[in-house]
T-cell receptor
Framework: DADVTQTPRNRITKTGKRIMLECSQTKGHDRMYWYRQDPGLGLRLIYYSFDVKDINKGEISDGYSVSRQAQAKFSLSLESAIPNQTALYFC?????????????FGEGSRLTVL | GEDVEQSLFLSVREGDSSVINCTYTDSSSTYLYWYKQEPGAGLQLLTYIFSNMDMKQDQRLTVLLNKKDKHLSLRIADTQTGDSAIYFCAEKVAGANNLFFGTGTRLTVIP
């Protein structure tokens, strides 16, 4: 089983709909992240959380919200989806010190907003 | 945000060496990383280098860091078809709590 699991893997929705992407991890890491990947733009950080009571905005948080329901779960919501939110979304985790450690990524959730 | 630049595409023949380049702008980078993304998968860490190092070698991978020019490269020796993927460089800036990723370079290995 994957250490970082994202659901759904693929989703097509319409403009204005509310969408939730879920992430769960079995690595026991405190830190969790949501990134967005667009062709030619690389990965951009949306939100990150260092523990259950900690939520921080990333580079591109407008139009998104997150919830850290437990150490192992971090969900990303689009309250009213718009077409330019069509992208590949990745959840990632890290141990406390990211310096020499690594980010562990889920397999991605591809979202298409029509 | 930080500016991390990469060429978008690179094609090499199987057995040749590949060199993927990356430039960054923040001189306070502490660690620099190379991640690999295979089709349909998330990113996986390949290697990293601390900012006070010039070179790091790990089997077929050689990372070179020119801190003066803010230039990072990844050399893959004897490139194989399984090396076809998107390669991202990333930096950790002093005081920041996350990584800044480049645009990714799609490496295509021609048999």
């Amino acid at each position: 089983d994957a250490d970082v699991t994202q659901t759904p893997r693929n989703r097509i929705t319409k403009t204005g709909k509310r969408i939730m992407l879920e992430c769960s991890q079995t690595k026991g890491h405190d830190r969790m992240y949501w990134y967005r990947q667009d062709p030619g733009l690389g990965l951009r950080l949306i939100y990150y959380s260092f523990d259950v009571k900690d939520i921080n905005k990333g580079e591109i948080s407008d139009g998104y919200s997150v919830s850290r329901q437990a150490q192992a779960k971090f969900s990303l919501s689009l309250e009213s989806a718009i077409p330019n939110q069509t992208a590949l979304y990745f959840c990632a985790t890290s141990a406390v010190d990211i310096g020499t450690g690594e980010l562990f990524f889920g397999e991605g959730s591809r979202l298409t907003v029509l | 945000g930080e500016d991390v630049e990469q060429s978008l595409f690179l094609s090499v023949r199987e057995g040749d060496s590949s060199v993927i380049n990356c430039t960054y702008t923040d001189s306070s980078s502490t660690y620099l990383y190379w991640y690999k993304q295979e089709p349909g998968a998330g990113l996986q860490l390949l290697t990293y280098i601390f900012s006070n190092m010039d070179m790091k070698q790990d089997q077929r991978l050689t990372v070179l860091l020119n801190k003066k020019d803010k230039h990072l490269s990844l050399r893959i020796a004897d490139t194989q078809t399984g090396d076809s993927a998107i390669y991202f460089c990333a930096e950790k800036v002093a005081g920041a709590n996350n990584l800044f990723f480049g645009t990714g370079t799609r490496l295509t290995v021609i048999p």
